[in-house]
């Protein structure tokens, strides 16, 4: 492959065509962003060889498209129109129910694979691309049966030089997941910086006393709003299902503090203390 279309040149696109270069020199990266501002910054940071166009996509051997949900949903269809038979186009997005069901009878719905790496940072924008993003992440592939087989080995080739892991999963359970592992996370960071913020309002010494914990618990709150505002859209079950468990879990932690039962709050830690097992087994 050697003609890589990155629409969307900020972290996730930006990191592909970093590490797609280093795999294949040979190869041109093309950007196609609708900021003019992200586009020059891109060339300036050698993230992509050149600019172009959606007429150009037509010699496009992969497209990726790593824009918001919202967008991605409808541009999908506009990329599909203008590849080739023999192009593979992937987006990247945190919900795939949506965006599959919008190609499901698209001419070239066999060009398309329904992609979410679980990787990223908080940061955004091209100089936010990282080599190496992806070694080791997770790649979940939804509907994989509705791509060309030819064009699925094409991807899956990338995504193991790569070094990634590959998981199959249907659109429903994927989104219903990564409601829980990752959409509920990224709301609890953006609530837990807001209460901080609302008090600091007050006490304006209270950051003075924030430690690494604290600046881990909230670092997913300096992710963007343009970016997760649609994903919680388009998630809304999914995440309003999580959101109602995990307030139960806190309303339950905070009676037991009421009613002075410090060894339940001792075993509800305790409990999920074997987390770091599954992690580490993940890890």
Known sequence: MNNI??????????????DIKKLN?????????????????AMALKVIDKTA?????QHADLVILSIPVDAAINVLPKVLDHVSDNAIVFDVGSTKEDICAKVKNHPKRRN???????????????????????????NIICEVEDTAFKLQEKALKLFLDLGMRIRYMNPKAHDKHIAYV?????????MLGKTVIDKEKNERDIFDMAGSGFESTVR??????????????????????????FISNLNHFKKLMQDDDFESVYNEMESTNYIKDILNGIK
């Open 25 to 41: 020199p040979e190869s041109t990266i093309y950007g196609i962003d609708k900021s003019e501002a992200h586009l020059e910054e």
């Open 182 to 190: 990752s959409h509920l996370s990224h709301i609890s960071a953006f």
């Open 112 to 138: 398309y694979l329904a992609v979410h790496p679980i990787a990223g940072t908080e940061h955004s924008g091209p100089k936010a691309a990282l080599h190496g993003l992806y070694k080791n992440k997770t």
């Open 5 to 18: 279309f990155i629409i969307g040149v900020g972290l996730i696109g930006g990191s592909f065509a970093l």
């Open 53 to 57: 166009q959606f007429e150009d996509l």
């Open 220 to 245: 997913l709150a300096k992710s963007s709003p343009a970016m997760w505002t649609p994903i919680f859209q388009q998630n809304k079950a999914n995440v309003i299902e999580t959101l109602e468990e």
